[in-house]
């Protein structure tokens, strides 16, 4: 940890200006978020509030977490933990939102005795 | 290089796929009974939802008004906004007891006991699916503000010792990654659990 005494020659001090900018954001966008709820937008709901959610993360990750004044390197560590996440998420969904594909290939699947008759 | 730095972020990505996981556990869930779901959705305060994701928010200004105190060496702003952002966390759990209180009073805990008022029978079973899923997600980030506000406590100690200043801050910085990870996973969880139907102000 006492790197930090070689390394303090670019260490980035963030602007008070920039956090409270980003603090009154996030405070606004947390309004717009639960505003927006009360509207009927259908499929568009779930949209608006996981867009607004990752346009807050970004800003907590960027500004206050400092990903901005950071090393290419921990950049492409937090890439690659998106990377990661985003495996994760693809491969449960692409098996779940297509089962009922293999229940029609194979109707035995939901009707057992269709599958031992012959 | 900042080893210390790049450590942290490694350790946020496996704390990143651990909440995925329940992430993707409520997503396959919510497909599967949309509208199980969304009637669960009046039992959720939105009002007390959105006041903690302010005051959460209030706390991570905090920390980053501490780092910065302990990047400038200057101890008794750093002291004086590490009590702040252990204030607002406290807050917020302090709330979410009061809260978990509340769906325990309705009867809202997935179990033998679960029997809400004015749930429709057909919802009954999945509806659960939805409170488990809501215990474990709100429970575990709990657990995570509980343990953010021990290192806090440590913090405050060390930074009354004269330990931090614009040579050595890496703990402060490197708690303070920590508690805005869990400020992230906040602003997932409040809309994802909150507002999944509709309300009114």
């Given at each position: 940890?006492?790197?930090?005494?070689?390394?303090?020659?670019?260490?980035?001090i963030?602007?008070?200006?920039?956090?409270?900018?980003?603090?009154?954001?996030?405070?606004?966008?947390?309004?717009?978020?639960?505003?927006?709820?009360?509207?009927?937008?259908?499929?568009?709901?779930?949209?608006?509030?996981?867009?607004?959610?990752?346009?807050?993360?970004?800003?907590?990750?960027?500004?206050?977490?400092?990903?901005?004044?950071?090393?290419?390197?921990?950049?492409?560590?937090?890439?690659?933990?998106?990377?990661?996440?985003?495996?994760?998420?693809?491969?449960?969904?692409?098996?779940?939102?297509?089962?009922?594909?293999?229940?029609?290939?194979?109707?035995?699947?939901?009707?057992?005795?269709?599958?031992?008759?012959? | 290089?900042?080893?210390?730095?790049?450590?942290?972020?490694?350790?946020?990505?496996?704390?990143?796929?651990?909440?995925?996981?329940?992430?993707?556990?409520?997503?396959?869930?919510?497909?599967?009974?949309?509208?199980?779901?969304?009637?669960?959705?009046?039992?959720?305060?939105?009002?007390?939802?959105?006041?903690?994701?302010?005051?959460?928010?209030?706390?991570?200004?905090?920390?980053?008004?501490?780092?910065?105190s302990?990047q400038i060496s200057k101890?008794?702003?750093?002291?004086?906004?590490?009590?702040?952002?252990?204030?607002?966390?406290?807050?917020?759990?302090?709330?979410?007891?009061?809260?978990?209180?509340?769906?325990?009073?309705?009867?809202?805990?997935?179990?033998?006991?679960?029997?809400?008022?004015?749930?429709?029978?057909?919802?009954?079973?999945?509806?659960?699916?939805?409170?488990?899923?809501?215990?474990?997600?709100?429970?575990?980030?709990?657990?995570?503000?509980?343990?953010?506000?021990?290192?806090?406590?440590?913090?405050?100690?060390?930074?009354?010792?004269?330990?931090?200043?614009e040579?050595?801050?890496?703990?402060?910085?490197?708690?303070?990654?920590?508690?805005?990870?869990?400020?992230?996973?906040?602003?997932?969880?409040?809309?994802?659990?909150?507002?999944?139907?509709?309300?009114?102000?």
């Amino acid at each position: 940890m006492s790197s930090n005494a070689s390394a303090n020659s670019h260490v980035h001090i963030p602007k008070v200006g920039t956090l409270i900018a980003v603090f009154v954001t996030l405070i606004v966008l947390t309004f717009v978020t639960a505003e927006v709820a009360t509207f009927d937008l259908g499929e568009l709901n779930v949209i608006v509030a996981l867009g607004i959610a990752c346009t807050k993360a970004t800003l907590v990750a960027w500004i206050f977490m400092g990903v901005r004044y950071t090393s290419q390197l921990t950049k492409l560590f937090c890439v690659a933990g998106l990377v990661f996440l985003s495996i994760l998420l693809l491969i449960t969904f692409s098996d779940y939102s297509t089962r009922h594909w293999t229940y029609h290939a194979r109707p035995w699947a939901t009707n057992p005795s269709l599958g031992t008759s012959k | 290089m900042d080893a210390d730095t790049l450590g942290m972020w490694t350790f946020l990505i496996t704390e990143v796929l651990f909440f995925g996981g329940m992430f993707a556990a409520y997503a396959v869930y919510r497909e599967m009974f949309p509208l199980a779901f969304a009637a669960t959705s009046e039992f959720m305060n939105v009002k007390i939802g959105a006041a903690n994701t302010a005051v959460l928010i209030c706390s991570s200004l905090t920390m980053a008004m501490a780092v910065r105190s302990a990047q400038i060496s200057k101890t008794s702003h750093l002291i004086r906004y590490l009590f702040g952002t252990l204030f607002f966390g406290t807050i917020f759990l302090v709330v979410k007891a009061f809260e978990y209180h509340a769906k325990y009073v309705e009867h809202l805990i997935p179990g033998p006991n679960f029997h809400p008022d004015n749930l429709a029978p057909q919802f009954m079973h999945n509806a659960q699916i939805l409170f488990f899923l809501y215990f474990c997600m709100t429970g575990m980030h709990a657990v995570h503000m509980i343990v953010g506000v021990g290192l806090l406590t440590f913090l405050i100690i060390m930074a009354y010792r004269n330990a931090y200043n614009e040579h050595y801050f890496a703990p402060v910085e490197m708690i303070g990654l920590y508690w805005h990870f869990v400020d992230i996973v906040w602003i997932f969880l409040f809309p994802l659990l909150y507002l999944i139907g509709h309300w009114h102000w």
